[in-house]
Every structure is written in structure tokens, then in C-alpha cells.
């Protein structure tokens, strides 16, 4: 019971990370239509911020300029790199992505060197309930990842940014014609993506303090994993997708016979996924006009 | 099309060139006017404090055997490439240093590149002696030795160690799967351990390095756990687990824990749980040859990367040396041009032959098998007390 409880737990954390990295790969996918591989490399970014900004030893502080430096980056990114690509082929947007991630890495490694960097945030320390020993630092993962997705949810729905950033998703010349500025609208995407990334930044940092250049790069990857499982386009999909694969992660580790190919496990899932739903659990069914 | 095929020929024969360039018998040390000792290690990244510590030590070697006179007159110069503890990273290197007339070398300082270096100094037939490559493999070519323990000996010497101490209790292990270091050591320790032990194993990977929270939560019951793994994963388990196995717990480590109480950002002290590790160095030595070099390295590169890797590549050096210095005695003609095959003959036959290297920093009388094993004494060393 306590080890189901405290892996369920852990799953959920790790989950909430990925769900909350993968719905920048999600939101940016639905309404620009390309795949931004720099995604997972904000996050190391903002694992840096923080790590510069707690030489004056004020979380809060370290974390507010994290979230501000990701989303001045995130949206430098999106109008030196990606604006000009507008119409250009899908494969060039994509390498400019994958340019961009190892700019950024590149970039890491020549500002803070190559060797890890230690830096604890704030020590939650760890909690016994119902015989399970979780760190705090997991619930609060959790606790805070609920409450972004809930309000990212209705930010969506109900404000006249959210309800243009599903009209740009749905049709982006329809919404142009009614006055939308796409433009825009795409810029703000990078925006909450970017913030987002700041805070899965974070969240490593909670749950390991060390940090070094290609933090972002598995976990970026495996949010992409995520989103593409949940159904890329679809935010309560990169939500499910991301808990999901949280979990499959943290009980495949508890198997020590299958532990070390958890990875393997985790991308095989994708592969099924691909094959039998192509869209993902929730991302909607397209016919495609030929 | 015609000029498609042009330049799909020069490229081929471009291509071909290179190809064959490496397989004359040049000997690229005939311009030599110092023996040059080649070493290829992780002087940056996450492994960076074994590398410094090997390049520091060996230099300290050779500026001491220089500044003696050498070898009959004749200097020694050490270059010290960078592999960031990437395999990859050795082929580079090792070309690189072979061309610049390396005669004899120590090898890479990890295990995994360690292999690939293996490989290609077998193919040149260049003698090596590697401080920290610790991989069961590592020395089985004719012209590799280890100064340091065998990843399997490592294994079994903690494999007694927990059947005197642990008879019929559970003990935790936590080791990374994809590395050969690892897996080697942990390999050795199961096949060594008394089946009245009972195990409680966990892993993690490469790619998932930093968060240990169900791996954590596996062990939390293990009050003794052995981490045949480096310093950096390690203090992060610690730092995650801290609170949550029994504070009068230990982990005992492999030489992949040297260091880690000279960790940036990482206080070695708030782990409330022992510290423990198998190592062939005492760092707190009051007298011999271990006190002299730990008085000698701080003195000049500081304290913050002194462990066993660099005391084990202080010895090399002067075990090399004095082979050499042997052979010479025994009336072999070593000039400072000699190839590095020449040399790798001189050195094996030497290695093989019953030379003892004595009063080392790592261990009284280091001698070798002919398999390139290195024989000496293990100790253990506490690095932290529990709190």
C-alpha cells in the first residue's frame, strides 16, 4: 500500500513536470504548427537564472526572474529564429529548432563550464503519511502543477486571448480574416510556453539541485514523448499524456528486472501509440484534403 | 553530371588518402628531445575533479623527475588531453598525441573511454598504465596496466567486506546500469556475496541521472547501501535521501566516491548518514610517501582536488620511470627517439618481469600480473562519520 502510495506519488510529480513541458511543445504546436526542440533547453535556462539569482539567497526572487528571462528568451527566439520561417517548409523550422537547442546548450557551456552545478532553492525536506516517505518537494511539484493547468485551462476558455489563441489553433486564416493578430497570438504562446519551462526548471531544481548544460534535454524529449501520446495540439492531452508517462517512468523503476530499460519502455509506448492512434488519446481525428 | 562525378572522386580519393595515412610505420617520435607521456582525461564536466587531479599529479611527477635530471640526462614532458569522460572524444585524442611523438602513456582516466583507448594504443602497440581506469578490461591487451584496483577485485574486496559485516541482513545497492564501471563493480560484488544476504537493488541511467526519488524510496528500508557509482549521482541520491534513510546509515562507495567531499555547492556534512569508501589512498596521511605527496600537491594545485586518482597517477609516472631506468641499468638502449612500440617492448618485458615499484603513495611493494592486474594492499576509508 505505502509503496503504491509513495509511487503513485513520485509518478505524479514527475508527471507534472513533463505535463507542464509538454504543454509548451502542445500550445506552440497547435497554433504555429511546428515543433520547437528548443523547448527543453528553456528549462535549463531557467534552472541557470535560478542558480545565478540565489547568490542572493531569496527564492522567490531567483524564481520571478527565471519565469522573466525565459519568456523574453522564448519570445527573442520565436521573432529572430522562427518569424522569418513563417510559410517556409516544415523541415526548416524544425532544424532552426534543433539549431536553436544547441545554441542554447553551447551557449551554457561556455558561460557556467561543463561540470555540474549545485544549488539548493529551499530544502522542503520530507514527509511520512500512511508509512510512505515522499520529499515535500513532490507535493508541492504536484500541488503547483494542478493549479497552472487549471488556470492555464480556464485562461484558455474564457479570456479573448485564450478563446484567439483556439481560433488561430482551429484555423489560422479564418481567424486572421476576423481580426485576430496571429502574430500576436503566437508570440504569447511562446510566452506561456517559455514561463512554463521556467517553472519545470524549478521543479528539477526542487527535485535534484544539481544543473548543467543538457538538463533540458531528456526531459524536453520526454515531454515531447508526452505531448505526442496525450495528442499534440491538445492541452488536457499534454496534461494526460505527461502524468501518464510520470507514472509509467516511476513504476518501471520499481521493477528491478525492466528498471534499466525504462527509457526504452517509456519511447516504445510512443511507438504503439503512433501505430494504433496516430492522434494520441485526445487530439482530434483530421481528414486530410489531398 | 560530369562535375557531380568529379567531385564524388576527389572526395573518394580524398577519403582514401586519409585512409592509408594511418597505416604507415612512421615513427612520430623521431624528432623528440623529451620522452613524451601521453593522457587523455576528463579535465572538464562532470568527472572533471579525476582528470585535473591525474594531469596535476602527473605534471608534478615529471617536474620532479626533470628537475632531478631526468632520465641519464634526458627530460620528460606529460600532455594531457581533454575527453570529457566521452568515449568518443578518444580517438581525437589519441591521434593527436601519438603524433606529437607520445612514447608511452597513461592511458584515460575512466573506464569507458578507457576502452577505446585500449583499442587503439593495441593497434600502435603504445605501453600505458592507466592511474584510474579501473574496467576489468582495461588491461587485457599486452600493453595495459592498471595502477589502480580492478573494477571485479573492487567488487569482490566489498562483497567480503559486507558478508563479515552483514551476515544474514538486508543491504541496499544502488548502481547505474549503462555504465561499465558501474555494472562491472556490481557484477563482481553479487557473484562474491553470501546468498544469506538478502538485496534490495535499484538502478538509474545516463539519461536519468538526477532524480533519485523512487530509487530512494526502494532503499529506504537498507541501512547499509553500496553505490558502486561516481561522485556527482551519488551526492545527489545523498542530498534526496537524506531525510529519508535512517541517519545512522552508510554508504559505501567504490573509488568513484573520491571527491566528493570537494564538491561546489554540495556540503558533505549535511548528509547525516556515513560516508565510506574502498580506496588504495589514506587523504588524512600523517607519515611516508602518502603524507609527502599530499604535502607536495596542495602545495601547488591546492586541496580542493586531492584523491586517490591523482596519488595513483603520481605513482605511475615514477613507476614508468623507474622501468625505464631499470631496463637501462639491465643494459637496454632507450634513446629519446625511440618509437613507442620499441618502448611498449622494453616496458612489457619489464611489467612482466618481476618489477616491483616501491614505497608508492598508493601501496608499499606494487607489482603486476601478467594479465596487467595490479597487486597491493585495499583500505577502507571513512570519509564522514554519521552525524
Known amino acids: 500500500m505505502e509503496l503504491i502510495l509513495s509511487t503513485v506519488i513520485n509518478g505524479l510529480s514527475l508527471g507534472g513536470i513533463y505535463a507542464m513541458i509538454a504543454l509548451g511543445y502542445t500550445m506552440v504546436y497547435g497554433i504555429a504548427k511546428m515543433l520547437n526542440f528548443a523547448h527543453g533547453d528553456i528549462i535549463m535556462v531557467g534552472g541557470y537564472v535560478i542558480y545565478v539569482f540565489m547568490a542572493f539567497h531569496n527564492p522567490l526572487l531567483a524564481i520571478l526572474m527565471a519565469v522573466v528571462f525565459c519568456v523574453i528568451l522564448g519570445v527573442v527566439i520565436e521573432k529572430v529564429a522562427y518569424k522569418p520561417l513563417r510559410g517556409a517548409s516544415p523541415l526548416a523550422v524544425l532544424i532552426t529548432a534543433i539549431g536553436i537547442s544547441y545554441l542554447l546548450q553551447s551557449l551554457a557551456q561556455i558561460i557556467f563550464g561543463s561540470a555540474n552545478k549545485m544549488v539548493t532553492v529551499y530544502d522542503f525536506g520530507s514527509v511520512t503519511f500512511l508509512g510512505a516517505t515522499v520529499q515535500v518537494s513532490a507535493l508541492v511539484t504536484l500541488g503547483v502543477t494542478v493549479i497552472v493547468m487549471a488556470a492555464l485551462t480556464l485562461f484558455v476558455k474564457y479570456t479573448r486571448i485564450g478563446r484567439a489563441m483556439i481560433a488561430v489553433s482551429e484555423d489560422k486564416g479564418a481567424a486572421q480574416l476576423m481580426g485576430i493578430n496571429v502574430d500576436g497570438i503566437i508570440t504569447v504562446t511562446f510566452a506561456i510556453g517559455s514561463a512554463l519551462a521556467a517553472l519545470a526548471g524549478l521543479f528539477y531544481l526542487l527535485k535534484a539541485p544539481s544543473i548543467s548544460s543538457t538538463l533540458g534535454a531528456m526531459p524536453g524529449i520526454k515531454a515531447f514523448t508526452a505531448a505526442v501520446i496525450g495528442g499534440i495540439g491538445s492541452i488536457p492531452g499534454a496534461m494526460l499524456g505527461g502524468l501518464l508517462l510520470g507514472i509509467v517512468e516511476c513504476i518501471s523503476y520499481k521493477i528491478t528486472v525492466i528498471a534499466p530499460y525504462t527509457d526504452a519502455i517509456e519511447f516504445s509506448i510512443l511507438i504503439i501509440i503512433l501505430l494504433v492512434r496516430p492522434t494520441g488519446f485526445l487530439g482530434k481525428k483530421r481528414r486530410e484534403k489531398v | ?387
Open chain 2, 1 to 387: 553530371m560530369k562535375h557531380i562525378r568529379l567531385i564524388a572522386l576527389a572526395i573518394a580519393v580524398i577519403f582514401c588518402v586519409g585512409l592509408f595515412a594511418g597505416c604507415g610505420e612512421t615513427n612520430y617520435a623521431a624528432n623528440n628531445t623529451e620522452y613524451v607521456i601521453g593522457l587523455s582525461g576528463p579535465l572538464t564536466g562532470g568527472a572533471a575533479m579525476y582528470g585535473s587531479a591525474v594531469a596535476n599529479a602527473a605534471q608534478l611527477a615529471v617536474d620532479e623527475i626533470n628537475a632531478a635530471g631526468g632520465l641519464n640526462g634526458i627530460k620528460f614532458k606529460l600532455i594531457a588531453t581533454d575527453d570529457m569522460n566521452d568515449a568518443t572524444k578518444i580517438s581525437t585524442n589519441y591521434s593527436s598525441m601519438y603524433e606529437s611523438g607520445m612514447q608511452v602513456s597513461l592511458g584515460s582516466v575512466t573506464t569507458q573511454p578507457g576502452l577505446e583507448f585500449k583499442n587503439l594504443s593495441a593497434d600502435d602497440n603504445v605501453f600505458f598504465l592507466t592511474p584510474s581506469a579501473s574496467g576489468d578490461d582495461i588491461p587485457t591487451n599486452p600493453n595495459g596496466f592498471q595502477m589502480c584496483f580492478a573494477d571485479g577485485n573492487q567488487g569482490k574486496v566489498a562483497a567480503e567486506f559486507v558478508n563479515t559485516n552483514y551476515a544474514g541482513q538486508t543491504i541496499g545497492v544502488f548502481y547505474k546500469s549503462d555504465e561499465a564501471y558501474s555494472k562491472g563493480i556490481y557484477d563482481q560484488f553479487k557473484t562474491n556475496l553470501d546468498s544469506s544476504i538478502n538485496v534490495v537493488e535499484t538502478t538509474f541511467t545516463e539519461a536519468n541521472s538526477s532524480d533519485f526519488s523512487t530509487q530512494i524510496d526502494t532503499l529506504k528500508d537498507c541501512t547499509f547501501i553500496f553505490m558502486p557509482i561516481y561522485y556527482t549521482p551519488a551526492s545527489l541520491f545523498m542530498t534526496q535521501a537524506k531525510d529519508i534513510i535512517a541517519a545512522d546509515g552508510v554508504y559505501y562507495g567504490c573509488d568513484g566516491f573520491d571527491g566528493i567531499d570537494n564538491i561546489d555547492g554540495f556540503d558533505i556534512n549535511t548528509i547525516p548518514q556515513e560516508i565510506t569508501m574502498l580506496s588504495h589512498f589514506n587523504s588524512k596521511a600523517t607519515e611516508g610517501p602518502a603524507k609527502e605527496f599530499i604535502d607536495k600537491y596542495v602545495e601547488k594545485y591546492g586541496a580542493s582536488t586531492l584523491n586517490q586518482f591523482g596519488a595513483s597517477a603520481y605513482d605511475c609516472v615514477y613507476a614508468i620511470f623507474n622501468a625505464m631506468k631499470k631496463a637501462i641499468d639491465g643494459g637496454k638502449d632507450i634513446p629519446v627517439t625511440i618509437s613507442a612500440s620499441d618502448l611498449c617492448e622494453i616496458l612489457k618485458a619489464e611489467f612482466n618481469g618481476g618489477f616491483t615499484y616501491q614505497n608508492g603513495v598508493t601501496g608499499e611493494n606494487i607489482s603486476w600480473e601478467s594479465t596487467g592486474y595490479v597487486n597491493k594492499g585495499a583500505i577502507k576509508y571513512i570519509i564522514k562519520e554519521a552525524n
